[in-house]
């Protein structure tokens, strides 16, 4: 059985981002129980209990260890169950959290080409020492075992690309650096070896595809880009200037949103995760959060976990 826990489930800098004075933000901060703080968008899974998988290394990574029990040292001075981090994009928020993972311990990082080129690219990332930390390439469209410490996880994955565009910080000022389906940030699904049974984590997606929508057909359970709930919402709320689609994300609501992609895709179980600070869904008691759930749709939040 594949255990997976929500370590993260906001966009790019949490909620409240700490530079945003925006409503929904000072709500945040004032603990009203409708704006629920949120870390930056992570998630641990295990199949055996013993080795957890983190998908997505957020800048928040330390204090969701400490968050969950399950990732905590268990054996001797020094340890503990991750066994591997997998790495889907080079934005940031998905990267960044590789830094407190400094201290020796054993484990494996897992990333398409591009974004382990991104990490080989930047020195910083020496800190994981090669003799502890391998760095292995997730192949895009075929499923790979994941490594156990002792034998074997009892995960496979696969990734696959999905629309998306390169890291913020490797843009060209001034330039729009389109989206292309070519790794830049990759969809996972993760399949319990034993059962067969499989979900996916999505977090950066610009577009619904052809192919994207035949992979995601029947499946039991998929975390999804839940970005923004409009594409031009920062700009409306004036705390930006870029759309969703120019930062890589499809919207929640409108015709060529999520919501409307999913509607009949047969998803039985349908999460979304990495939410802006600026999406109304993460207000409790917003009507985009009405329209969300009556949509069959589930927000995620901190702690959440799930089995399959
Ligand atoms: C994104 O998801 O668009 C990125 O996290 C943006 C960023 O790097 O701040
Ligand atoms: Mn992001």
Same mark, same amino acid.
């Given at each position: 059985?594949?255990?997976?826990?929500?370590?993260?489930?906001?966009?790019?800098?949490?909620?409240?981002?700490?530079?945003?004075?925006?409503?929904?933000?000072?709500?945040?901060?004032?603990?009203?129980?409708?704006? =629920?703080?949120?870390?930056?968008?992570? &998630? @641990? $899974?295990? !199949?055996?209990?013993?080795?957890?998988? #983190? %998908?997505?290394?957020?800048?928040?990574?330390?204090?969701?260890?400490?968050?969950?029990?399950?990732?905590?040292?268990?054996?001797?001075?020094?340890?503990?169950?991750?066994?591997?981090?997998?790495?889907?994009?080079?934005?940031?928020?998905?990267?960044?959290?590789?830094?407190?993972?400094?201290?020796?311990?054993?484990?494996? =990082?897992?990333?398409?080409?591009?974004? &382990? @080129? $991104?990490? !080989?690219?930047?020195?910083?990332?020496? #800190? %994981?020492?090669?003799?502890?930390?391998?760095?292995?390439?997730?192949?895009?469209?075929?499923?790979?075992?994941?490594?156990?410490?002792?034998?074997?996880?009892?995960?496979?994955?696969?990734?696959?690309?999905?629309?998306?565009?390169?890291?913020?910080?490797?843009?060209?000022?001034?330039?729009?650096?389109?989206?292309?389906?070519?790794?830049?940030?990759?969809?996972?699904?993760?399949?319990?070896?034993?059962?067969?049974?499989?979900?996916?984590?999505?977090?950066?997606?610009?577009?619904?595809?052809?192919?994207?929508?035949?992979?995601?057909?029947?499946?039991?359970?998929?975390?999804?880009?839940?970005?923004?709930?409009?594409?031009?919402?920062?700009?409306?709320?004036?705390?930006?200037?870029?759309?969703?689609?120019?930062?890589?994300?499809?919207?929640?609501?409108?015709?060529?949103?999520?919501?409307?992609?999913?509607?009949?895709?047969?998803?039985?179980?349908?999460?979304?995760?990495?939410?802006?600070?600026?999406?109304?869904?993460?207000?409790?008691?917003?009507?985009?959060?009405?329209?969300?759930?009556?949509?069959?749709?589930?927000?995620?939040?901190?702690?959440?976990?799930?089995?399959?």
């Amino acid at each position: 059985m594949l255990n997976a826990v929500v370590l993260g489930s906001a966009a790019g800098g949490g909620f409240p981002q700490w530079n945003s004075n925006a409503p929904a933000c000072r709500r945040a901060r004032a603990g009203d129980a409708a704006a =629920v703080p949120r870390t930056q968008a992570s &998630l @641990a $899974v295990s !199949a055996n209990g013993r080795d957890w998988f #983190v %998908l997505n290394a957020s800048p928040d990574l330390r204090l969701q260890i400490e968050a969950t029990p399950a990732l905590h040292p268990h054996e001797g001075l020094r340890s503990s169950p991750i066994a591997g981090v997998l790495v889907p994009g080079g934005d940031v928020d998905a990267v960044a959290g590789l830094l407190h993972l400094r201290e020796r311990h054993r484990f494996s =990082v897992y990333a398409p080409a591009r974004v &382990l @080129a $991104v990490i !080989a690219a930047n020195p910083i990332f020496h #800190v %994981l020492a090669p003799d502890c930390v391998e760095r292995v390439e997730l192949p895009l469209d075929r499923r790979i075992e994941l490594a156990g410490t002792v034998g074997s996880s009892g995960i496979a994955v696969v990734a696959f690309a999905v629309p998306s565009k390169v890291p913020l910080y490797l843009e060209t000022a001034g330039q729009d650096p389109g989206i292309a389906e070519e790794g830049d940030a990759v969809g996972l699904e993760i399949i319990d070896s034993g059962t067969g049974k499989s979900f996916f984590f999505i977090p950066g997606c610009a577009a619904m595809t052809g192919p994207l929508r035949r992979r995601l057909t029947g499946s039991e359970l998929a975390f999804f880009d839940g970005t923004l709930w409009r594409d031009d919402e920062m700009i409306r709320l004036d705390v930006g200037n870029k759309t969703g689609r120019r930062m890589g994300h499809i919207s929640m609501s409108g015709d060529d949103g999520a919501i409307a992609a999913f509607r009949d895709l047969g998803v039985k179980r349908r999460i979304f995760i990495h939410i802006n600070n600026s999406n109304p869904v993460l207000l409790g008691d917003s009507p985009e959060r009405q329209l969300a759930e009556t949509a069959g749709w589930e927000i995620a939040y901190d702690g959440m976990e799930v089995r399959l």
